[in-house]
Antibody, heavy 116, light 108 residues
Framework: QVQLHESGPGLVRPSETLSLTCTVS????????WNWIRQPAGKGLEWIGR???????DYSPSLQSRVSMSLDTSKKQFSLRLSSVTAADTAVYYC??????????WGQGTLVTVSS | SYVLTQPPSVSVAPGQTARITCGGD??????VHWYQQKPGQAPVLVVY???DRPSGVPERFSGSSSGNTATLIISRVEDGDEADYYC???????????FGTGTKVTVL
């Protein structure tokens, strides 16, 4: 059974960098795309970006200038960094496995609040 | 970028059929996926590739697509089906993963 679990600080100061890690169990991290998706309170879902085990990344155009992702196959973890955060980046952040065009397994999500 | 439009809310009585639409330009040419999200929980894939169900999803969930509209159909609605539902497609444009605006299903 594939399981994903997000971890990281729940509070980030404005202008600083948000860093989250997703730990994968029950599956190999060397196949599939591994994605980050976020959801502001009471709003819809927004795809942030994805990474493949080869190192290939794709990012949402609206966030591309501030996003980076990395993957550690030995730890079965992949990570998100979002720089220069503002209150608009406050959201629940999900990691999700993606067999190409969809998301078939999701983490439980972690709330990140941007506030001083 | 590609836009998917859903009605904000749908209400249905228990035992009846709920139909949730997802509008997009020539959506029939794309594969549409549907997610169910209950309050405080992560989304769950309930239908993929227009009308297929992942293992473990009840047969009451089905989907169809035609022209500019895809539809998620929930038959014999139960109280536990009350949730937000999102459609999603992959688009070849610069923003490849597009989600619909979401529909809140209320069971009366």
């Amino acid at each position: 059974q594939v399981q994903l679990h997000e971890s990281g600080p729940g509070l980030v100061r404005p202008s600083e960098t948000l860093s989250l890690t997703c730990t994968v169990s029950g599956d190999s991290i060397t196949t599939y795309y591994w994605n980050w998706i976020r959801q502001p309170a009471g709003k819809g879902l927004e795809w942030i970006g994805r990474m493949y085990s080869t190192g290939t990344t794709d990012y949402s155009p609206s966030l591309q200038s501030r996003v980076s992702m990395s993957l550690d196959t030995s730890k079965k973890q992949f990570s998100l960094r979002l720089s220069s955060v503002t209150a608009a980046d406050t959201a629940v952040y999900y990691c999700a496995r993606g067999p190409s065009a969809l998301f078939d397994h999701w983490g439980q999500g972690t709330l990140v609040t941007v506030s001083s | 970028s590609y836009v998917l439009t859903q009605p904000p809310s749908v209400s249905v009585a228990p035992g009846q059929t709920a139909r949730i639409t997802c509008g997009g330009d020539k959506i029939r040419s794309k594969s549409v996926h549907w997610y169910q999200q209950k309050p405080g929980q992560a989304p769950v894939l309930v239908v993929y590739d227009d009308g297929d169900r992942p293992s473990g999803v009840p047969e009451r969930f089905s989907g169809s697509s035609s022209g500019n509209t895809a539809t998620l159909i929930i038959s014999r609605v139960e109280d536990g089906d009350e949730a937000d539902y999102y459609c999603q497609v992959w688009d070849s444009g610069s923003d490849p993963y597009v989600f619909g605006t979401g529909t809140k299903v209320t069971v009366l």
